[in-house]
């Protein structure tokens, strides 16, 4: 079952800030994020795994509730190069070997 | 770095066709994926891949099957084309959780995408 992502759609100033917000409806392990620039592939950006752990790309975080199956992905001081759609993919073990995405978040950074 | 190939970016096909999507990945990654990419619905599972000559369906198979003879191939078919199976298709392949840079889950690299468009 694919996660929520709100909201759909962002326009943001540089500089400004935004959240994006990922839920499931199940028990999830990791949240992973990815970022789609116009006409390229999904790049990963940042996992985070049950029990705290974070890694990824340090201009941008996120954070993970287990207990409300949520995850947020914030990006401060937004840069030009934010620009993009991004995605949240979830699974809900490590023998899970498959993500399911949301509909994605299509974030437009303006100078 | 990982490299994930799909050999056609764009393709125009007829109802009825039989078409075939080819993925090559080249860092020896032990899982495959097809998903297909729809504005509005995001990227959904189509078929996925654990070992050579393994597949399982993922939420969206009706229409579609794959073949994997080799471990870096990963082939999505449609059998016969129809206009609804117009869409984005994702190759994306994974190592095992623990392995190389996997960062302890299932971290996809994607390929480009092959846009295809049945008439």
């Known amino acids: 079952q694919q996660p929520v992502q709100s909201p759909q759609a962002v326009i943001l100033r540089e500089g400004e800030d935004a959240v994006i917000n990922c839920s499931s409806s199940?028990?999830?392990?990791?949240v992973h994020w990815y970022r789609q620039k116009h006409g390229e592939a999904p790049v990963f950006l940042m996992i985070?795994?049950?029990?705290?752990e974070q890694k990824g790309h340090d201009k941008i975080s996120a954070s993970f509730n287990e207990k409300k199956q949520q995850s947020s992905l914030y990006l401060t001081a937004s840069q030009l190069s934010y620009s993009g759609t991004y995605f949240c993919?979830?699974?809900?073990?490590?023998?899970?070997?498959?993500?399911?995405f949301g509909a994605g978040t299509t974030v437009t950074v303006r100078a | 770095d990982v490299k994930v190939t799909q050999s056609s970016r764009y393709l125009v096909k007829r109802t009825g066709e039989k078409v075939f999507l080819e993925c090559v990945q080249d860092?020896?990654?032990?899982?495959m994926f097809w998903y297909r990419q729809d504005p509005g619905l995001g990227l959904r599972l189509i078929y996925f891949?654990?070992?050579?000559?393994?597949?399982e369906k993922g939420d969206i198979p009706e229409g579609y099957s794959v073949s994997r003879e080799k471990k870096e191939r990963f082939s999505l078919i449609l059998e016969s084309a129809s206009t609804n199976q117009t869409s984005m298709y994702l190759c994306?392949?994974?190592?095992?959780?623990?392995?190389?840079?996997?960062?302890?889950?299932?971290?996809?690299?994607f390929g480009a995408g092959s846009r295809l468009t049945v008439l």
């Open positions: 994306a392949s994974t190592n095992l959780p623990g392995q190389g840079d996997s960062l302890g889950a299932n971290v996809l690299t």
């Open positions: 199940k028990a999830l392990y990791s």
């Open positions: 985070l795994l049950k029990g705290g």
């Open positions: 993919g979830t699974d809900a073990g490590l023998s899970d070997y498959k993500l399911s």
């Open positions: 860092m020896d990654h032990e899982n």
């Open positions: 891949s654990y070992d050579v000559k393994m597949k």
